[in-house]
């Protein structure tokens, strides 16, 4: 079953807004077992909208449209896809009191245009939208199926989630479909397929394993299609078989797995040091209060995260970390002996268990031959035991502080659980 | 002149990738006069890309492909495209040569696949990329062009800066278009529409300004067309009364601009700071390092940035920033007092000319009735002079920390311009 997405709007055509939408919207149909074929974009007049549904609609079954729908564009989607079926259109009162109610929640007026937002076609199913004022449409014609759905992403996102996908589901998808994602950290895409050979050969022609990498992470999906006839208990025992082998696949790498399904490194960091009771500090240097960004971009960091000391400056290592002045003059402030004494300090001086520590040459300049741009040294402890290693990444910038900053969650994470282990023994 | 923009991979069909080229694409092309019409995207299978590029010709006088060169992708688009143009392929010895070069320079092996990246199709002309392995490919057909790009971005930016969008001007752009942006921050959209009232309707016919909101800022973009007969000198004359405008313009609103084109805050507060020889620290709570983070993240930060103490606990504030624990007791962690205290003990302690300091509530939890969550105070000061306002921005996490430092880094703006308006008097 195939679906084309198609947005409506002068603000994609312009560049002025990048597209999310259709990026969310693939992946949620993919797990739902139905494939996308297509994309496109068209502007905001009758012609072009006309002109890109019939386009889409000879192309899929499926047409999830999005945008368009807002109080400011003189309704002329809305107006185009009731012409399209030949359908009039009607005051809805059940949505026309649900967006008074939602004037009413956040105590604002409510504009006229709203009257208005309440006019649908009639041929249309209305999706109810509980979190904003634009109804979501559901046209059927010749078998084929054409959702209209705003374009606020939050409002899209709901309306796909409660309202399409479902139904969706059991229109188009016959067949179960499972999914499992696991999370890792510390290998890249290649090195991970290496070791995953053996155990992609005992994969059936029936699940097969998706490496998805971003910037220091890979997501392993195992996705199982039930193959055979459909009984009453074939999602279960797709279920059963699916996380079988996500057993095994964690087992075969289960040091670099940190997490499952929609987890971040941060998170799971942050649920152990909440578990063991542990505080955090950072010490950070080329990171320039990255990794500090990112666990304190999780809500509740403040129930484990003392704080961060950013020391750019030497001077800055030595007061706020203690770094001595003679270990900065001696290997430097990107070396193994400095990033130790900053790990060392914040714990110290920050009050904190745990403490990570980074310092490294971010680029573009500041690199030497033995230290080129990218060399990067972590460490992690406790005051009792420190870790530190070295990496080389490369020449960005931007992909330098984001590299080691995921590392250094990563280094953490590992820590964590040494700790764990060591605790149970 | 219209343009369509069509993509050519699974990876944006699936998901796995948000298309950001053709945003970026849409604003270059739309600045250089070209309207893009619309956006389409395909997998990568011949047929959908044959239907792809038929549909997209039959829209639009100017086709740009992104996307499907890879040496891993079979050269499917590439063999295609020499298929539809009825062209023979033939082996590129510049493209060749330029691409051992580039394997040599990075110290890498050349795969043997790179022979097939320099077999291009003759009736192309061969755009050269010197950032990457895929050449660009320029084809006419009755008199419309047809141009593919790889869609790595930086090699997609390379070539549509150095190769197309000059010949595209060339070819379909008589008229003299030009642009000039001013950026501003601390009001929004509507705020800042009310005070310019009188000078759009100064503006004639041929200029047009448009708004272009981002979370906490607005640029302002003035584009003015030639109207009448063109001239040897209608650009210069052009030129002169765009920015003309954009004087009168920046003179309404000289409190809220910071900058013009493609500045950023932290680049031009870095800029200032470096130019009057001071250092800045930061003090971060709510903002938990990401001020310090997009301080750090343009290079050359080392040059006037000591450092941050992110200081997410109260112990962390009177511990690293000196902050006394009655003000902290009696006031609450999110005050006047304590922010102020923050940038005081940050100046003090972590030895800065400057220091700005935040403090709030970024939720979704903590928030009360009297500081609901978005509460947020900040300060910015010398130690002699410390200057403080309280903000209240929306329930959302991640929006509340964005908006927090981009207050921040506009206060400090502001407060330097104070200070170079005190020192000039």
Not at 75 to 103: C, N, P, V
Not at 213 to 240: F, N, Y
Request: some cysteine.
């Amino acid at each position: 079953m195939n679906a084309h997405l198609l947005t409506i709007g002068d603000e994609i055509l312009i560049g002025q807004i990048i597209d999310t939408n259709s990026a969310w919207m693939s992946r949620q149909l993919n797990l739902t077992g139905i494939s996308v074929n297509g994309k496109s974009s068209v502007g905001d007049t009758r012609t072009d909208i006309v002109a890109g549904i019939e386009h889409a609609l000879s192309l899929a079954d499926i047409v999830i449209i999005t945008g368009g729908l807002g109080p400011t564009k003189d309704d002329i989607t809305k107006k185009t896809l009731a012409e399209m079926f030949e359908s009039g259109m009607s005051f809805h009162q059940e949505t026309y009191d649900r967006i008074r109610a939602y004037f009413e929640k956040v105590g604002r007026p409510m504009p006229p245009s709203m009257q208005d937002q309440a006019t649908l076609p009639d041929k249309a199913l209305i999706l109810i939208n509980k979190v904003g004022t634009a109804a979501g449409m559901w046209f059927e014609r010749d078998g084929k199926v054409l959702v209209s759905l705003p374009g606020v992403p939050f409002e899209m996102e709901y309306l796909m989630t409660n309202e399409v996908l479902p139904r969706l589901k059991s229109k188009f998808v016959s067949r179960p479909i499972i999914h499992r994602t696991l999370l890792t950290a510390g290998e890249g895409e290649s090195a991970i397929a290496r070791r995953l050979e053996d155990f992609e050969e005992t994969l059936p022609p029936h699940i097969k394993l998706a490496y998805l990498p971003a910037l220091g992470l890979v997501r392993l999906r195992l996705t199982g299609v039930w193959p055979g006839e459909i009984h009453p208990d074939s999602e279960q025992k797709l279920t059963a078989e699916v996380e079988n082998y996500a057993a095994t696949l964690h087992s075969t790498i289960g040091d670099l797995v940190f997490g499952t399904e929609t987890q971040t490194l941060q998170g799971v960091v942050g649920e152990k040091l909440r578990g063991l009771g542990l505080t955090l500090a950072t010490a950070e240097s080329c990171t320039g209060g990255y990794i500090s960004h990112l666990i304190t971009s999780e809500a509740g960091a403040s129930d484990f995260f003392a704080g961060s000391a950013v020391t750019y400056s030497n001077e800055m290592k030595s007061a706020l970390l203690g770094v001595s002045p003679a270990t900065l003059k001696n290997f430097g402030a990107v070396s193994e002996e400095t990033v130790r004494e900053m790990a060392e300090g914040a714990v110290k001086n920050l009050g904190s268990d745990l403490a990570v520590a980074v310092s490294g040459i971010a680029g573009p300049g500041g690199g030497s031959p033995e230290k080129p741009v990218g060399t990067v040294w972590i460490a992690v402890g406790n005051g009792t035991q420190t870790n530190a290693y070295k990496f080389v990444f490369g020449r960005d910038r931007a992909k330098n502080i984001q590299m080691a900053g995921i590392y250094a969650l990563n280094m953490l994470n590992r820590f964590l659980d040494q700790l764990t282990h060591q605790d149970s023994r």
